[in-house]
Each structure stands twice: as C-alpha cells, then as structure tokens.
C-alpha cells in the first residue's frame, strides 16, 4: 500500500473513533473501571484485534507503527508548557528527595532487569543482550521512552522487535502500577500518607 497525506487522515480519524469507543467501554464496562485500565490502553487492544495484526477490518496503514516515535518528540518538547516558575527556596528539599528516590528506583530496574536477563534468562533462551534493557526501559519510562529507545534500537537494524518488547512492557507497568495503588487504597493508605505525593502523583 502506498503511503500518502489521506492514509495519515485515515489512521488518525480510525485512532480517534477508537479512542471515543475505548472511553464509552471504559464508562460502561464495571471490570475496566475496577482493573483502572485508561481508555487509551482500550482503544490500543481494539487496534491490534480489529487492525492489520488481528482480523483486518480497520484500513490501517502499514506506517501506523512508526507514528510513535515521531509523536513523543512533541510530549518531550510540550513538558514544560504552563509549568510555574519554581521556588528553590522551599523546593529544593523535596526535588532533592524526589531525585535520590527516582534515582534508586531507576537504577534498581534497570540493574535488576539486564541482570535477570543476561545471568538467568539468557541461560534458558537465546535472548538478544538488551532484553533487559528494554524491560526496565518500558517499565520505568513508560510508552513514550520505550518508543524512543525501541525506534533506535530498529533504526540501528540490530533489534526489530525491541520497540514491541518495551511497549509490552510499558503497558504491564501502567496495568500493574494502577492495581498496585489500588490495592494499597483499599487498605487505607492514601497519597497523604506519601511524603512524595505533591512530586510523584
């Protein structure tokens, strides 16, 4: 299929409506509301079922996986739009807190992860050396930096499928991360409890 300006269109009307569809589920259905599923994360299995890689209904274009990659450079880039200016004064502890716990967290994922991979893992399977990379990548950083990192592995012709790999493992922390809180909810705690709360929800 050639690639033009109306397969864009068409990808994006289809993404659209998905995401309408995912958010109505989500509001109608009792089980994505307890399991905290957003309707993105919806509209996304709809597309695999119903697109290319599922039973070929919805006209997706065969460039729609390369749209990620490209769209991150905006969320990286619109961050810092409509952030206030920043007291150092009165935030530099919490920063300072805030900067030593993501740290540990971020060090401990990804040593964890090319540890489990390249020791334990890699004994059992013929796993490529950065599985655990794309692990902690995907889990850690979430879609966004699992497209950026994935997209540079495929475009360096050394891993095709390490964007698949991180984004599967993006969307088992976003599921896993949601049901954790939940679950601590439920038990009474709650973000008043978490010195980190004003910095990390």
Known sequence: ???????????????????????YLRAKIKLFQSLLLPAALIAGALAWVLGPNGIHILPFSNSVGTYASILIILVFASMPIGDEPVNWKKSGRGIGEMFSNLTGIALAQYGLGMAISLYILGLVWKLHP?????????????????AAVGSAFESLGCWDEALALGMTSATVGIIGGYNWRSFFNQLGYSQKDNKFHNYTF
């Open 1 to 23: 299929m050639k690639f033009t300006a109306w397969s864009v269109f068409v990808d994006f009307a289809l993404m659209g409506g998905l995401l309408v569809l995912g958010q």
């Open 130 to 146: 950065g599985f655990g990379l794309m692990l902690a990548t995907g889990f850690y950083g979430g879609h966004g930096t699992a």
